[in-house]
């Protein structure tokens, strides 16, 4: 069973570049969808955007403008910037896996647990 | 303003049977397949129906899902307090070319 586990600073100041990791265990990070989904305290799910292991990206367009996504094979790892952050980007930040190779389109069988980040001064 | 349309809020009595709807569009619920989700309190979300109706290996058969058109629902049946979490519908939409989300139900077991 894959497992994914978030990583990164729990604080971040305004205006400043948010950079999250994602650590994968017991899988292949060179196949398969990955994404990253985040969710404001006390709100619903919001889709940030994901990777394809081939390199290819899809970006939420509200986000678009301040976002990256990479995947760094040789560690296991893919990673989330959000530059120009702000207190709305406030959040718990998942990764997650789709279900089925070659599919993006959802279907997140696996998830890290979380990892809050706070945009303040 | 969420691109899905659910309720905030369902509830039933242990037993029961209770359906969480899902609205959308031709772009996203009318052409592609629905997910849902649920959420325990503190805890990541968890895949309960993939594609309309498959619930993945390991959720209960309590859990089941449909789609006509532009609308999804998920029905649990023999509600158990266990149930008591926040529902997501998602799908891709094909003009946003990305997943949105519904805007979560807060079952309640009474």
């Known amino acids: 069973q894959v497992q994914l586990q978030e990583s990164g600073p729990g604080l971040v100041r305004p205006s400043e570049t948010l950079t999250l990791t994602c650590s994968i265990s017991?899988?292949?990070?060179?196949?398969?969808?990955w994404s990253w989904i985040r969710q404001p305290p006390g709100k619903g799910l919001e889709w940030i955007g994901h990777?394809?292991?081939?390199?290819?990206?899809s970006y939420n367009p509200s986000l678009k403008s301040r976002v990256t996504i990479s995947l760094d094979t040789p560690n296991s790892q893919f990673s989330l910037k959000l530059r120009s952050v702000t207190a709305a980007d406030t959040a718990l930040y998942f990764c997650a896996r789709d279900l089925r190779d070659g599919y993006c389109d959802g279907e997140w069988g696996s998830w890290g647990q979380g990892t809050l980040v706070t945009v303040s001064s | 303003q969420s691109m899905l349309t659910q309720p905030p809020s369902a509830s039933g009595t242990p037993g029961q049977r209770v359906i969480v709807s899902c609205s959308g569009s031709?772009?996203?619920?009318?052409?592609?397949?629905v997910n849902w989700y649920q959420q325990l309190p503190g805890t990541a979300p968890k895949l309960v129906i993939s594609r309309n109706n498959q619930a993945p290996s390991g959720v209960p058969d309590r859990f089941s899902g449909s789609k006509s058109g532009t609308s999804a629902s998920l029905a649990i049946s023999g509600l158990q307090s266990e149930d008591e979490a926040d529902y997501y519908c998602a799908a891709w939409d094909d003009n946003l070319n990305g997943v949105v989300f519904g805007g979560g139900t807060r079952l309640t077991v009474l």
């Open positions: 017991a899988g292949s990070i060179s196949s398969y969808c």
């Open positions: 990777i394809y292991y081939t390199g290819s990206t």
């Open positions: 031709n772009s996203n619920v009318g052409r592609n397949t």
